[in-house]
């Protein structure tokens, strides 16, 4: 796919395998919690292969499509540079060494599972962890409120509803309240032609 | 379909594709399976891979490579992970060349800020889940709460006060 190839910023060479590869193993290890940040950090400051305005264009188009986001933004990143080689490396780049990590630290907190020091220490990170998340709904729900639209609102509440009380499927929530809120806001943007 | 590999690629190969605003909204869905579908892992043995995962640099998608080294061991592990990965991967290797056609366009705007509603109220109904679950003692309760104050109200690294948390719980304080 010849046609996926582009050129990053005037004046930078269009990265290889490597440096792909390179770019995002710094952003896999770089990453607590979000990795997005320190994928803008590297993609456009560090590396410059692509101005501000492209990556919140790549930014959107990797939060739209399903599965992990920075994973997303690695595929359709090597791929834009070097086609499927290049996403492959990006990928592999990404998730190696976290994968590694995490697995060691499985398996140390593995063998240590009947102590109660380790059972302890595991409840209280699971506590904060569950603090993080809060504290990153209510952020990722604050711009909702913003807008001052009470749809989007309802849908969202709909949907915790749904998955978190419910308890119905990922699929199913996104089938029922997707289309539901998509023909509201056509509805919206065209008031009179409805 | 008994072995524990297939289950894996199957139910995490589904999970990836509907994954729509990353594998935070899918999160939910993960414990659903994992917990009560499959029985791979207590409520609270999913809470801790998952705190687990936060105190270690990388995507949130490792929570997955946790739940299959849980189940299989290292197989397990990059089965879930591959499974959940590759199949929207391959999907926005194929959208990424046509995105320019259709970016910014009032109905993809439309289509974003519905999933993006919808996106919302998952991540929410994954941290209730998983708040839930970890949620085991009044002392617990207590860091829950000061912890979600600490990070709206600061700019805390997460990673001080997981480690915080591992010593007080370690300690037998909490």
Known sequence: MKNAVAAPLTGVPTPDLASIFGGFFWVGISGFGSALPFAQRMVVERKRWLSDAEFVDAMALSQFLPGPNVVNLAVTLGGRFQGPLGSLAGVVGLVAAPLVIVLVAAGIVARFADSPHVIGALRGMAAVAGGLLLSASVRIARPLWRKREPWPIAIAIAAFGAAAVFRFSLLECLLVLGPLGLLIARIRRHPTSS | ?174
């Open chain 2, 1 to 174: 379909m008994n072995s524990p590999l297939i289950e894996l690629a199957v139910v995490f190969s589904q999970l990836g594709l509907v994954a729509i605003g990353g594998v935070m909204s899918a999160l939910p869905d993960i414990q659903r399976q994992v917990v009560e579908v499959h029985s791979w892992m207590t409520a609270s043995e999913f809470a801790g891979a998952f705190a687990l995962t936060q105190a270690a640099p990388g995507p949130n998608v490792m929570v997955v490579a946790l739940v299959g080294w849980h189940v299989a061991g290292l197989a397990g592990a990059l089965v879930a992970l591959t499974s959940l990965i590759a199949p929207p991967a391959v999907l926005a290797y194929i959208v990424a060349s046509l995105w320019r056609r259709f970016s910014g366009t009032d109905w993809v705007k439309d289509i974003q800020s519905s999933l993006n509603a919808v996106s919302v109220g998952l991540i929410a109904a994954g941290a209730a889940l998983i708040t839930l679950s970890a949620a085991q003692s009044p002392a617990l309760d207590v860091v829950i709460i000061a912890t979600t104050a600490a990070f709206l109200g600061s700019r805390i690294q997460p990673l001080w006060l997981l480690g915080a948390g591992a010593l007080l719980g370690a300690a037998g304080l909490i």
